[in-house]
């Protein structure tokens, strides 16, 4: 079963933009993590943010974490042709080792 | 370090057949993952070792899917016999002990059944 839910699906911005995507999830988590697919190719992690934790910088990237409406969003700022690829928000609830992965978000950045 | 190896990276059977994917963790990792991806059912966890030994299986869509790992520098996931509904990109992944180690994924091993 789905932990996480993205949201949108898809979305389609213009180099330089910046670029939000958003999941939710159901339960109490220990923590959430971003990874990145380009075509073809395995899950990248891109950022680790802990349940008590709310906001968390690397490079581009800021992720912000809402325990409390059990959501998490991802932006990367000044969007680049190369930031195309999906993105997936993954859950580790309790003690338990496993990611739960959401079904993915697709960015297309335009040149 | 070379990363996850996976192998082999695109296998084409025909339904019926055995098929075997491979797999080669980091290094000093003692969690080993297998994932399947498809389009409509989108990542889904098969199965993940600790030390070599199968924690959680529950992922494991039946009994003609098996994985083990004889060492912890390689793993195998059999399917047989294989289905057309098997067809997927199937990963493997590793990662540290401790809860907030991130999971370094292979390249996949995309998988046609015929």
């Known amino acids: 079963s789905q932990q996480g839910e993205e949201d949108p699906q898809a979305l389609s911005i213009q180099e330089g933009e910046n670029a939000t995507m958003n999941c939710s999830y159901k339960?109490?988590?220990?923590?959430l993590q971003w990874y990145r697919q380009n075509s073809g190719r395995g899950l990248v992690h891109l950022i680790l943010i802990r349940s008590n934790e709310r906001e968390k910088h690397s490079g581009r990237l800021r992720v912000t974490l809402d325990t409390s409406k059990k959501s998490s969003s991802l932006l990367i700022t000044a969007s680049r042709a190369a930031d195309t690829a999906s993105y997936f928000c993954?859950?580790?609830?309790?003690?338990?080792?496993?990611?739960?992965f959401g079904k993915g978000i697709t960015l297309s950045v335009r040149p | 370090d070379a990363g996850v190896i996976q192998s082999p990276r695109h296998e084409v059977t025909e339904m019926g057949q055995e098929v075997t994917l491979r797999c080669k963790p980091i290094?000093?990792?003692?969690?080993l993952f297998w994932y399947r991806q498809t389009m409509m059912r989108g990542l889904e966890l098969l199965i993940y070792?600790?030390?070599?030994?199968?924690?959680?299986d529950s992922g494991m869509p039946e009994d003609r899917f098996s994985a083990k790992m004889p060492n912890a520098s390689f793993s195998t996931l059999k399917i047989q016999p294989s289905e057309p509904r098997d067809s997927a990109v199937y990963f493997c992944?590793?990662?540290?002990?401790?809860?907030?180690?991130?999971?370094?994924f292979g390249p996949g091993t995309r998988l046609t059944v015929l």
């Open positions: 339960t109490s988590i220990n923590n």
């Open positions: 290094s000093g990792h003692d969690y």
């Open positions: 992944a590793s990662r540290a002990s401790g809860a907030y180690n991130e999971q370094f």
């Open positions: 070792f600790n030390n070599n030994v199968p924690i959680d």
């Open positions: 993954a859950t580790v609830t309790g003690a338990n080792s496993k990611l739960t």
